[in-house]
């Protein structure tokens, strides 16, 4: 079993900056691929961004050159380093971990709301 953690969400003017962490917990020598998902009033879940154990990383086209995902595997830790922020991030982010194994665990989200 593993458990997902996040933190950092909160609100923020368009153009602003926030980080989200998420602290994985439990079985965590299983884990292989860690990323965040999202998922905006009566939209469907979407992914952000993914990052291997080997810190290969793979992320949405609406965001990159804005969010940056990365891990500390020391700390059990992703985090996703969020910039220029528009309205239309405004969602519930979902950190997600998947094992060696294809076994899929989720945290229970934040909340991220860019508003003026």
């Known amino acids: 079993q593993v458990q997902l953690v996040e933190s950092g969400g909160g609100v923020v003017q368009p153009g602003g900056s926030l980080r989200l962490s998420c602290v994985a917990s439990?079985?965590?020598?299983?884990?292989?691929?860690m990323g965040w998902y999202r998922q905006a009033p009566g939209k469907q879940r979407e992914l952000v961004a993914t990052i291997t154990r080997g810190a290969t990383t793979n992320s949405a086209d609406s965001v990159k050159g804005r969010f940056t995902i990365s891990r500390d595997n020391a700390k059990n830790t992703v985090y996703l380093q969020m910039n220029s922020l528009k309205p239309e991030d405004t969602a519930v982010y979902y950190c997600n971990a998947i094992t060696w194994l294809r076994e899929d665990y989720w945290g229970k989200g934040t909340l991220v709301t860019v508003s003026s």
């Open positions: 439990g079985s965590v020598f299983k884990v292989n691929v």
